[in-house]
């Protein structure tokens, strides 16, 4: 059985930082593309941050230069370190993982960022 579970979201100010992980049972995510998406109030899920088997990473363009997306295959964990946070990154955070045609998604972590 194949589960992810998002962590380290919370309340933080503007300026400030998270790390976010997501755990991984069932498979060895270091195996696979791995993709951090979210969902904000009124909008459609998008995709954050992404990183392929072989560690190529690519980021939205909102995100550049603040967020991180790194593996630690120690732990089968695929995180998203997140500075400089803004009001604008209030969302849902989603961990994801295409195996196949297999779409797999955690239940998410909420992050909020406000004064």
């Known amino acids: 059985q194949v589960r992810l579970v998002e962590s380290g979201g919370g309340l933080v100010q503007p300026g400030g930082s998270l790390r976010l992980s997501c755990a991984a049972s069932g498979i060895r995510l270091s195996l696979y593309a791995m993709g951090w998406y979210r969902q904000a109030p009124g909008k459609q899920r998008e995709l954050v941050a992404r990183?392929?088997?072989?560690?190529?990473?690519n980021y939205a363009d909102s995100v550049k230069g603040r967020f991180t997306i790194s593996r630690d295959n120690a732990k089968n964990t695929v995180d998203l370190q997140m500075n400089a946070l803004k009001p604008e990154d209030t969302a849902v955070y989603y961990c994801n993982g295409r195996i196949s045609v297999t779409n797999y998604w955690g239940q998410g972590t909420q992050v909020t960022v406000s004064s």
């Open positions: 990183i392929t088997a072989g560690d190529s990473t």
